[in-house]
């Protein structure tokens, strides 16, 4: 199989603090995991490529400084959301690359009060 | 740059009848086609793929899709629905990255509701 987890599966926090979101591949090993993000009834948005030991890639739009990556390990990604604000809202989903398909991981709903 | 059309925001049909999802991609090669579908507040399932061969693709829970590169689309079909298919339905296409992988370009989706 090829499983991934995400934890926590929702999270929610108060306007400034950061919250960090853990990736893992659990039977696996991942060179490439990737963060979408996806708001209520919309498709998934690719937030950035991370790649284990680089710095991750972002697409256009997403500040790399507010969403730090992290890919220290063949079976862990991480994703913090640094000062948080009500905006920041959203579903966050993982994924990891194994050949040419991603498993994706469950979710984690965050909500920023 | 690639990316993926699915007309139909939201299909309605009654359980047993069969069902067909549309999916347009644009892509400068030959693309690799997923079908996923998401339930309500969970990830993303892997229904089927295309990355070449056979251009009629089986997958899980009894959905089939077919490849047409004339037409640039990658249709999901299924025979007769249950009412356990109700969910979102999502196309992607993906481009090989440098270093390995896929990179995925998503469309809107589909949100299918079964009626009983």
């Known amino acids: 199989g090829a499983v991934v987890s995400q934890h926590p599966s929702w999270v929610i926090c108060k306007s400034g603090t950061s919250v960090k979101i853990e990736c893992r591949s659990l039977?696996?090993?991942?060179?490439?995991m990737f963060w979408y993000r996806q708001f209520p009834k919309q498709s998934l948005m690719l937030m950035a490529t991370?790649?284990?030991?680089?710095?991750?890639?972002?697409e256009q739009g997403v500040e790399k400084d507010k969403f730090l990556i992290n890919h220290a390990s063949l079976t862990l990604s991480t994703l913090t959301v640094t000062s948080a604000h009500p905006e920041d809202s959203s579903f966050y989903i993982c994924s990891a690359s194994k050949y040419n398909e991603q498993f994706f991981g469950p979710g984690t709903r965050l909500t920023v009060l | 740059a690639q990316s993926v059309t699915q007309p139909d925001i939201h299909i309605t049909v009654s359980e047993g009848a069969s069902l067909e999802l549309r999916c347009n991609y644009s892509y400068g090669a030959t693309p690799y086609l997923f079908w996923y579908v998401q339930s309500p507040g969970q990830g993303l399932q892997l229904l089927l793929k295309y990355f070449s061969g056979d251009t009629l693709v089986q997958g899980i829970k009894g959905f089939e899709a077919e490849f047409k590169r004339s037409q640039s689309s990658f249709n999901l079909r299924k025979p007769s629905v249950h009412w356990s298919d109700a969910a979102e339905y999502f196309c992607?296409?993906?481009?090989?990255?440098?270093?390995?992988?896929?990179?995925?370009?998503f469309g809107t989706g589909t949100q299918l509701k079964v009626e009983l």
């Open positions: 991370s790649n284990e030991g680089s710095k991750a890639t972002y």
């Open positions: 039977d696996f090993q991942a060179t490439t």
């Open positions: 992607a296409v993906g481009s090989i990255l440098t270093g390995g992988g896929n990179k995925l370009t």
